[in-house]
């Protein structure tokens, strides 16, 4: 999958793309069909292009560290469970615990992964680069669960075609 600004996030976030967490998310879903890991890099990508068709001053490390490790809780949220059922409102604080036992993170970073799902969870995040990743991961996952319903009719569609 192409990736805009690839070697932007390849620069500041090789270590985390290579890392065994990141095996993890390619292997779970995230929204539609996306996996984590997809939706990491575009989520990343997107913050990229918000910063620079802004022009906002970022610490751009910071950005795309914070962006890439703000879904890194490692699991199917999708099973059945309890815990699952209230992932959205958990999954800031997992992913926050899972990133610092594996990376230095800084202050940026750490308030980026805490605050990404603002409003949701109601303390609002505390730097720009926590603001445009909490922008940026409501464009993706939007366009990400909007292209899965899109599959699913369009294949209920094909079905119905081709039956009638």
Known sequence: ????????????????????????????????????????????SMCISISKKLRINVHERELVRGALLHDFFLYDWHERSLANSIHGFTHPGIALRNAEKVFKLGKIERNMIRRHMFPLTPIPPRYRESVILCIADKMCATKET???????????????????
């Open 1 to 44: 999958m192409p990736v805009k600004h690839y070697n932007i996030i390849l620069k500041h976030g090789k270590d985390i793309l290579e890392s065994d967490g990141m095996k993890t998310e390619k292997i779970c879903i995230q929204h539609g069909t996306y996996t984590v890991f997809d939706h990491s890099l575009a989520v990343t």
């Open 146 to 164: 909007v292209s899965g319903f899109r599959k699913k009719f369009n294949k209920k569609l094909r079905r119905v075609h081709n039956n009638a």
